[in-house]
């Protein structure tokens, strides 16, 4: 079996294969031998690779709530802030590492929980504004409640990851956890949407009307998505402390769960690779616009004051994404679902 033309599948396995060919099999073993080889040739990238594998993780949770599901949340950054302290308590009590991995995940998927409940019964902006709630409600409450024991508006330390009793200190060291921990769970996601929940969630997103009809349990699914999206949220969390050193209410704002919302919206809707690359457009984008664009923009117009030319970044950012939002409001894979499907009928144009 060999694409582009003439293939053909002759079983259900194959057809519902992930990777179906040799070529894909090649394309894949090359992928992850670039992937965990780069540190040795673009070691000054590491930690913005490091950060994009954290937030590939709570986006992929995300996909999974809204763009399989079609439940919209609004506080992803506070699901992330769940894990991120619960990382942090549990590692400075003497966990180990993956224990509190594991344990900040279930914590946020059951303060997921809670917030999800109001799903059962509302959707659309509604929902939205429930779950915008927790975007409000978790800050206040590590903030006020406790203040001596979650360091109140001040961040706390974290302690580095420990594994085998040797601490990761390093961007490289951080890099071999992160990264096989987010490849994981990206491909735990894949495979979980091919299941009999993936098509309930689908279903449910369709028509969750004409989904209770089939014998669809609503209420079990949409809980479930909840879960499974804030505990991706949990995992991400924990990782982001672990690796920023240090966790604070003012890490995980509103505009991070935006973002969140704007990554899988730039990635495409209803797809875990859309997730991903959503996740590397925005972080790219952002590292160019922030990083390069000033000093461009200050050496063509010197005559520009400073305010201008620190706020032209956002500005340009924003209209990038309202400019793609309009022309491609599909996303990135989209484009990319066009692309294969044009190589695997070639020569032939329909």
């Known amino acids: 079996m060999r694409y582009p033309a003439g293939i053909y599948n002759i079983n259900y396995a194959q057809d519902m294969s992930i990777i179906r060919t040799k070529a894909h099999w090649v394309i894949f073993a090359l992928g992850m031998i670039a992937l965990f080889t780069f540190p040795l040739y673009a070691t000054s990238f590491i930690h913005i690779i490091n950060l994009v594998g954290?937030?590939?993780?709570?986006?992929?949770?995300?996909?999974?709530?809204?763009?399989?599901?079609?439940?919209?949340?609004?506080?992803?950054?506070?699901?992330?802030?769940?894990?991120?302290?619960?990382?942090a308590w549990m590692t400075r009590a003497g966990f180990p590492f993956f224990g509190s991995l594991i344990l900040s995940g279930l914590i946020a998927g059951v303060v997921g929980l809670l917030f999800g409940l109001p799903a059962v019964r509302v959707k659309g902006f509604y929902l939205a504004m429930s779950t915008l709630a927790a975007q409000f409600i978790i800050p206040w409450c590590i903030i006020e409640i406790r203040p001596d024991f979650t360091g109140g508006i001040y961040a706390i330390r974290v302690n580095p990851m420990t594994i085998f009793g040797h601490k990761l200190i390093s961007q490289i060291e951080m890099f071999y956890v992160i990264i096989p921990i987010t490849c994981i769970l990206v491909i735990f996601a894949k495979n979980l949407v091919r299941t009999q929940i993936g098509r309930a969630w689908v279903a449910i997103r369709d028509n969750d009307l004409a989904a209770e009809v089939l014998g669809i349990n609503i209420f079990f699914y949409k809980v479930l998505a909840f879960f499974v999206c804030t505990f991706f949220a949990g995992i991400s969390g924990c990782l982001w402390a672990h690796w920023m050193r240090n966790v604070g209410p003012t890490h995980f704002e509103l505009v991070t769960s935006i973002w969140f919302l704007g990554?899988?919206?730039?990635?495409?809707?209803?797809?875990?690779?859309?997730?991903?690359?959503?996740?590397?457009?925005?972080?790219?984008?952002?590292?160019?616009?922030?990083?390069t664009l000033p000093p461009m923009i200050e050496k063509a117009f010197p005559l520009l004051s400073n305010q201008i030319v620190a706020g032209l970044p956002a500005f340009v950012f924003g209209l990038i994404i309202l400019l793609f939002v309009i022309f491609e409001p599909r996303g990135v894979n989209h484009r990319w679902e066009i692309f294969k499907a044009s190589y695997r009928i070639w020569p032939f144009s329909y």
């Open 54 to 87: 954290i937030y590939v993780i709570s986006a992929v949770g995300l996909m999974l709530l809204t763009g399989y599901c079609g439940q919209i949340s609004l506080g992803q950054a506070a699901f992330m802030m769940v894990g991120a302290y619960t990382g």
């Open 263 to 291: 990554m899988i919206i730039l990635g495409g809707m209803g797809s875990i690779s859309g997730a991903v690359v959503g996740v590397i457009v925005v972080r790219i984008l952002d590292y160019f616009i922030s990083i």
